[in-house]
């Protein structure tokens, strides 16, 4: 009867435990490491005067990735993305018409983003996903060409901001009661014009669909 006492305590510590590490109500989390920015992207050709016949290719960037969340429900939290800036590389798409080079120039941008993400709730088990949907305002800046674009009498580069909507697929991994793992997985719906000047005739591009796969490695803590 003791021995039977001391298996139930045993084990009734041991569900408790298990149950306490996954994520609650009231819980806030705050996660740092890699995301990487891999455009999906599709434009329109460039225009000065008349369609020049080429458009746009927009390069990968890796910048520290944070995001932070806080938990509505058991299941249900409300998370921001933030980064520090993504430089990408803007090129030109088949061949260059001003023999200046692949490269025409490069954006800076920042893609806060807003999700309310659902977790797949099993006490249990140590690995926590979570699915999730939401709102995306892409901000760009410091738009610039190369030098030799420059020179060439290219000026004035500028992308309207963005707004558009975000999904993304996410795993949790539990090392203990505060320290868990993540990786995640979003699409951001980000579509933006580009307006310039080459030699004091307007240009423009008038669609560029970005639209990046966002991938993210991570170590998240929980207060």
Do not use: C
Request: hydrophobic share 40%; no cysteine.
């Amino acid at each position: 009867m003791k021995k039977t006492s001391i298996s139930l305590i045993a084990l009734g510590i041991s569900l408790t435990a298990t149950q306490t590490i996954a994520f609650e109500k009231g819980d806030f989390i705050i996660r740092a490491g890699l995301a990487t920015v891999s455009p999906d992207e599709s434009s329109s050709n460039i225009i000065v005067g008349s369609d020049l016949g080429v458009n746009l290719r927009v390069d990968d960037n890796t910048q520290l990735g944070l995001n932070f969340a806080y938990f509505l429900s058991d299941n249900l939290n409300v998370e921001v993305l933030a980064a520090t800036p993504f430089k990408h590389d803007v090129n030109f798409g088949v061949n260059d018409p001003l023999g200046t080079g692949d490269q025409l120039g490069e954006v800076t941008h920042l893609p806060p983003t807003i999700t309310v993400n659902y977790y797949f709730k099993d006490a249990s088990s140590k690995f926590q996903p979570y699915v999730g949907a939401g709102l995306n305002y892409t901000i760009f800046f410091d738009e610039e060409f190369t030098n030799a674009n420059d020179q060439a009498g290219l000026k004035d580069l500028s992308l309207d901001n963005s707004f558009g909507l975000a999904a993304q697929f996410g795993l949790d991994y539990m090392i203990n009661e505060n320290w868990f793992a993540n990786g995640s997985v979003r699409w951001i719906d980000i579509d933006t014009e580009a307006s310039f000047n080459l030699n004091g005739t307007p240009g423009r591009v008038d669609s560029i669909e970005i639209d990046p796969w966002v991938y993210t490695v991570s170590i998240g803590y929980r207060f």
